[in-house]
Nanobody, 128 residues
Framework: QVQLVESGGGLVQAGGSLRLSCAASGRTFSSSPMGWFRQAPGKEREFVAAISRSGGSTAYADSVKGRFTISRDNAKNTENLQMNSLKPEDTAVYYC?????????????????????WGQGTQVTVSS
């Protein structure tokens, strides 16, 4: 079983930065591909970024590419999302997600249904 707890959300002006963190419990973290999703009011949850279990492969939604950076520290069981040049349309609840241990060290997953564990979410609000 994996438990995920996000932190780092808040209110920021457009153009600013935030760093989200996800602390994971469980011995399988280093074998689990991870991701970030977000959900704005009235919209479906959407993919933001993903990282392989080794950290060597990443993927990003087109809307955040070049502005957001996903990373992980397997020694500390943490995943991070550095968000720069934030825009009002980035306002949403951000969720950390983990997949069950996967054999491939380079695989990344971008679909909601491919993840098995979810955090409770952290609110990010970007004012114009």
């Amino acid at each position: 079983q994996v438990q995920l707890v996000e932190s780092g959300g808040g209110l920021v002006q457009a153009g600013g930065s935030l760093r989200l963190s996800c602390a994971a419990s469980g011995r399988t973290f280093s074998s689990s591909p991870m991701g970030w999703f977000r959900q704005a009011p009235g919209k479906e949850r959407e993919f933001v970024a993903a990282i392989s279990r080794s950290g060597g492969s990443t993927a990003y939604a087109d809307s955040v590419k070049g502005r957001f950076t996903i990373s992980r520290d397997n020694a500390k069981n943490t995943e991070n999302l550095q968000m720069n040049s934030l825009k009002p349309e980035d306002t949403a609840v951000y969720y950390c997600a983990a997949r069950l241990p996967y054999y491939s060290g380079s695989a990344v997953f971008t679909a909601y249904h491919e993840y098995d564990y979810w955090g409770q979410g952290t609110q990010v609000t970007v004012s114009s």
